[in-house]
């Protein structure tokens, strides 16, 4: 059996090489008996009798399609991890002999097996969250949404909040009368709800709608300004209409009283049960307080999430530079958590008009959308992240957002030379003026996108942007990649469905609901898109020694599929289900019929 010792900068490679020179002291081991596709660690037998026997493996998977993402060793049939590490990888017959009395072995019968999918840029919290109020999502209309919140109001007390979270006005078949700029007015909401206080968040996040309980309650009316970087949105008498635009949106939130650590750890628990079941065993949280960040480590470390986090801090700069230090936790081994990075939201969104952009939208010639962070402030930031060595992580989705986003990472660059390598990210990237496209790989900065925006986002971005700054600028992929940048993927999840499947056939597609293509010049390869949501994720947060392709080594984490999306047709890809999702040679997730 051929052994191949590969560099890595984690501690398996003095493991690799203990057992090479073991090898090369006398356990012979044929050589030449092993096909070129195998990669082992030689994981040889621990008995003390001087055998050659190989230490059996907790799990070997066999008899399928295991694509690894690894250039040199691009596809196998079967893999033997122990101890949470992949140990060998080659054929079926190869990897028998890791097989012992204990070994978890799954036959593949041909299904597709792939890296464990990262999701790259997602909200946990939110997402179990999510998970316990109103699903707007499939709301058709603002009738549906009121549907729902009657049905709702029905069974809850007097007082209670009810909320729910995922419409999106442009996605409704018409528009409600009254409206202003589209949205609903509240009365039609307030007379169904008197009792009760009602919160109902955008698809996006970057808006709410509120009745006019929750808006008395969190003391809002005609005479309440509009914070820096938001608005409450009124209609032609002036009055609040229950539209709160971005930063105004913490005028609700405020006046809704704060979770309770036991409703944290079932938002958690949810949360990790959703990715697992979903293919996913990485998940990057795109913004979370101090208290949740201490909340979630607490579960770490007590061996309750099932899917491994690593976390962006969202706080004041004063808290940053108080917490920080403390807070930051580089992930190791078979770590389930780690702090990297602090977040930022430099603009709002496209749908709800707070993405800033360089000119007016098409459709409101008034707007140029929103800045919600100081650009000074957000140089503080970047000072602070310097300092304490962590990535800075921006959302920007307007062309002007993502300008102002690359000048600033090119100053703190610039003011700080001997700094490399900081992988430095923008989150979103959506819409991209041309002369800005090559800075993402002059400076070294990750794109870190979402291909599910591009198809559900993409019916109407030409309302807002135009035909010419779409086609130039918005999801642009291929001009990214080609121009060197790594681009990484993740779903905004709970903005859209965590289904990193569904976000794959987005990218390799662009296919959006009313059967058209969103400029599909731009549109990735399958090896491409695989890639992003996994390979190219772990290296967005310097995990890629760790996972992101299937090699000697590295963790045992791994999504089993039911169709191999990597050949079946374009229509065939959402039909894939997950079979198992393994973390650390662990079944986490076996699908039961």
């Not at 984690?10 to 493991?15: C, L």
């Not at 968040?201 to 969190?218: D, E, Q, R, W, Y």
């Not at 706080?315 to 403390?326: D, G, R």
């Amino acid at each position: 059996m051929k052994i191949v010792l590969k560099p890595t900068v984690s501690r398996q490679a003095s493991r690799r090489l203990a057992f090479a020179v073991l090898a090369c002291a006398g356990l012979a081991l044929a050589l030449s008996a092993c096909s070129p596709g195998s990669r082992t660690d030689t994981g040889t037998g621990d008995s003390g009798s001087g055998d050659s026997a190989i230490k059996p493996a907790d799990l070997v998977l066999k008899g399928g399609k295991i694509v690894t993402v690894d250039d040199g060793n691009p596809e196998v049939e079967a893999l033997a991890a122990r101890d949470g590490m992949i140990v060998a990888l080659g054929t079926s017959a190869e990897i028998a002999a890791y097989i012992g009395d204990n070994t978890e072995v799954i036959e593949l019968e041909g299904q597709l097996a792939v890296p464990g999918f990262i999701e790259g840029h997602g909200h946990f919290m939110s997402l179990g969250d999510a998970k316990i109020q109103l699903d707007l999502r499939s709301a058709n209309s603002w009738q549906d949404i009121l549907d729902q919140v009657a049905r709702a109001a029905a069974e809850a007390a007097p007082g209670e909040w009810i909320r729910g979270r995922g419409w999106h006005q442009e996605k409704w078949t018409g528009t409600p009368q009254p409206n202003v700029e589209g949205f609903p007015v509240h009365a039609s909401l307030s007379a169904l709800t008197p009792d009760n206080p009602v919160l109902l968040t955008h698809a996006s996040g970057h808006a709410l709608f509120a009745n006019a309980k929750a808006m008395a309650l969190a003391g809002v009316d005609a005479t309440t300004p509009d914070p820096p970087g938001g608005e409450i949105l009124k209609d032609t008498q002036g009055q609040p209409m229950g539209l709160f635009r971005e930063t105004a949106e913490e005028l609700i939130h405020n006046a809704l009283s704060s979770s309770s650590e036991d409703e944290g750890r079932k938002m958690a628990q949810l949360a990790s049960e959703e990715c697992l079941a979903k293919g996913i065993t990485s998940f990057q949280d795109a913004g979370s307080s101090f208290d949740e960040v201490a909340l979630l480590r607490q579960l770490a470390d007590e061996g309750e999430l099932g899917v491994r986090l690593w976390m962006m801090i969202r706080a004041s700069n004063e808290a940053l530079a108080a917490n920080l230090a403390a807070a930051k936790t580089v992930a190791e081994g078979d770590s389930h958590f780690a702090v990297g990075g602090i977040k930022l939201s430099i603009d709002g969104a496209l749908g709800s008009r707070g993405a800033w952009l360089l000119e007016p939208y098409s459709d409101s010639p008034a707007s140029t959308g929103l800045n919600l962070v100081p650009v000074d402030v957000a140089q503080e930031t970047a000072e602070l992240a310097i300092e304490h060595g962590v990535q800075l992580c921006i959302h920007a989705i307007g062309d002007r957002a993502n300008r102002e986003v690359l000048d600033l990472f090119e100053g703190a660059f610039a003011a700080h030379p001997d700094k490399k390598d900081l992988r430095w990210r923008v989150e979103h990237a959506q819409h991209l003026h041309l002369d800005d496209i090559p800075r993402f790989v002059e400076l070294g900065v990750i794109a870190s996108m979402q291909s599910v925006h591009c198809t559900s986002d993409g019916p109407w971005v030409p309302d807002r942007l135009g035909d010419q700054r779409s086609e130039e600028g918005a999801y642009v992929w291929q001009k990214l990649m080609q121009s060197g940048a790594v681009v990484m993927n993740g779903t905004d999840v709970p903005v859209e469905d965590v289904d990193p499947i569904a976000n794959f056939h987005s990218a390799v597609t662009r296919l959006m609901s009313n059967g058209s293509q969103f400029y599909p010049d731009q549109k990735m390869s399958r090896m491409e898109a695989l890639k992003s949501a996994t390979a190219n994720a772990a290296y967005g947060v310097f995990e890629e020694h760790l996972k992101g392709s299937l090699e000697v080594g590295k963790l045992a984490d791994i999504t089993v599929l039911s169709k191999d999306i990597m050949t079946v047709p374009d229509d065939e890809i959402s039909t894939a289900s997950v079979v198992f999702t393994i973390v650390g040679g662990k079944v986490a997730y076996r699908h039961t019929s």
